[in-house]
């Protein structure tokens, strides 16, 4: 497919538990952002990755969030000891190129809940 | 931390009616840019207004940018259902203009 794909679509965990999110970004781009969405709410940033550039991490909310980057492409969120108040949606959006003014493109979502 | 704040959070109107959405903030924005996003789906990215003063229109929606770029509106004009939707706007930052700075949306419903 053309645009960005994130997995699963939906997860359910229980509190404690550690969860993994896939995001393949469109093919060629160098930017990939993860943000967090509360319940019809907008957008919290999270992290940012472009190209071989150190990461920036400072929209993680605790170090029990992580992401990766690995060979420039795919990206994985991970969330350990998973707590109520993770529950949202996790987007993923890549660009071409850097900056704000570029135009991100997003994935579908991955609507995470924890029991 | 900068902040935008839109309004309002929530409009019901009935079809045929002109509406206005307000995104503002008290930083300065290199650009921003306006999404719309439905139920299941990531936001769709519609317009960006980099210039202060300036007016972009697509279909029956006008957008505009305030001359200090610190605000933006967004207005629809004879509002039909398929508007119904999401809308967000989002702020890239003079600095560090990678990390858009999202509004918290407007949730609008045209009833037909």
């Known amino acids: 497919g053309a645009g960005v794909s994130q997995s699963p679509s939906n997860k359910v965990t229980e509190k404690g538990k550690d969860v993994e999110l896939r995001c393949d970004p469109i093919?060629?781009?160098?930017?990939l952002y993860w943000y967090r969405q509360s319940l019809g709410q907008g957008l919290e940033f999270l992290i940012y990755?472009?190209?071989?550039?150190?990461?920036?991490k400072s929209g993680l909310p605790s170090d029990r969030f992580s992401a990766e980057r690995t060979g420039g492409s795919v990206s994985t969120l991970t969330i350990q000891r998973t707590q109520q108040e993770d529950s949202a949606v996790y987007l993923c959006?890549?660009?071409?190129?850097?900056?704000?003014?570029?135009?991100?493109?997003f994935g579908p979502g991955t609507r995470l809940l924890v029991l | 931390t900068q902040l935008l704040e839109q309004s309002p959070q929530f409009l019901s109107i009935q079809e045929g009616e002109n509406l206005t959405v307000y995104c503002n903030s008290s930083s300065v924005f290199s650009s921003l840019q306006w999404y719309r996003q439905e139920p299941g789906e990531g936001p769709v990215l519609l317009v960006t207004v980099v210039t202060g003063g300036e007016v972009k229109k697509l279909k029956r929606l006008t957008f505009q940018f305030g001359d200090a770029r610190k605000d933006s509106s967004l207005h629809i004009t004879a509002a039909q259902p398929g508007d119904t939707g999401l809308y967000l706007c989002?702020?890239?930052?003079?600095?560090?203009?990678?990390?858009?700075?999202f509004g918290q949306g407007t949730r609008l419903t045209i009833n037909p």
């Open positions: 989002a702020g890239a930052p003079i600095q560090g203009a990678q990390k858009l700075v």
């Open positions: 959006a890549s660009s071409l190129l850097r900056g704000g003014g570029k135009t991100q493109y």
């Open positions: 093919s060629g781009h160098t930017a």
């Open positions: 990755f472009q190209g071989n550039s150190a990461p920036d």
